[in-house]
T-cell receptor, first 114, second 111 residues
Framework: GAGVSQSPSNKVTEKGKDVELRCDPI?????LYWYRQSLGQGLEFLIY????????KSGLPSDRFSAERTGGSVSTLTIQRTQQEDSAVYLC????????????FGPGTRLTVT | KQEVTQIPAALSVPEGENLVLNCSFT??????LQWFRQDPGKGLTSLLL?????REQTSGRLNASLDKSSGRSTLYIAASQPGDSATYLC??????????FGAGTILRVKS
């Protein structure tokens, strides 16, 4: 079946602009995660959605970052007033229902802030 | 705070060699541990998932072990091939469930 998809695959934006990154999880997966992979920082957790529960936003680096998940499926990560340090690959993952289930990752969106 | 360390940071071996990648974590309260492969410019491909109650998992030439009490996992790759060249990432799922990743091991298999 289809895996996790993300769009766009690449995004170049000017400093100060807002960007939206999209994630389509695997159908039927109830949990969705956003991670960021940047040089020197490795892979770090940003935000986690599980069903209808309040999201775990503990990994968001600043209030310029926000995310929503509509209808329990598609998620959008929004970065306002982008800065050069936001340049990274943003990865989305989904998981079925149980906490011990495997996480499946999308191909990522490479964001470059000029 | 959970921390994950991978050793070595980089490894270069001739084709056909068996090799071991190491992963250690500081907090044994985990649901599971996953090994991933990442090719340059690509996303993460899950290789093996070991539940906290399991000791090892095998898939083809790959075997991963888990010793939760000592906070260690190893990924064994048998008869390495040039196509195995990639970055290998270890990640643990604490009870908070978000994955905590190591920095990875960059593997190069020379033909």
């Amino acid at each position: 079946g289809a895996g996790v998809s993300q769009s766009p695959s690449n995004k170049v934006t000017e400093k100060g602009k807002d960007v939206e990154l999209r994630c389509d999880p695997i159908s039927g997966h109830t949990a969705l995660y956003w991670y960021r992979q940047s040089l020197g920082q490795g892979l770090e957790f940003l935000i986690y959605f599980q069903g209808n529960s309040a999201p775990d936003k503990s990994g968001l680096p600043s209030d310029r970052f926000s995310a929503e998940r509509t209808g329990g499926s598609v998620s959008t990560l929004t970065i306002q007033r982008t800065q050069q340090e936001d340049s990274a690959v943003y990865l989305c993952a989904s998981r079925r229902r149980l906490a011990g289930d495997e996480q499946y990752f999308g191909p990522g969106t490479r964001l470059t802030v000029t | 705070k959970q921390e994950v360390t991978q050793i070595p940071a980089a490894l270069s071996v001739p084709e056909g060699e068996n090799l071991v990648l190491n992963c250690s974590f500081t907090d044994s309260a985990i649901y599971n541990l996953q090994w991933f492969r990442q090719d340059p410019g690509k996303g993460l491909t899950s290789l093996l998932l070991i539940q906290s109650s399991q000791r090892e998992q095998t898939s083809g030439r790959l075997n991963a072990s888990l010793d939760k009490s000592s906070g260690r996992s190893t990924l064994y790759i048998a008869a390495s091939q040039p196509g195995d060249s990639a970055t290998y990432l270890c990640a643990v799922a604490p009870y908070g469930n978000k994955l905590v990743f190591g920095a990875g091991t960059i593997l190069r298999v020379k033909s």
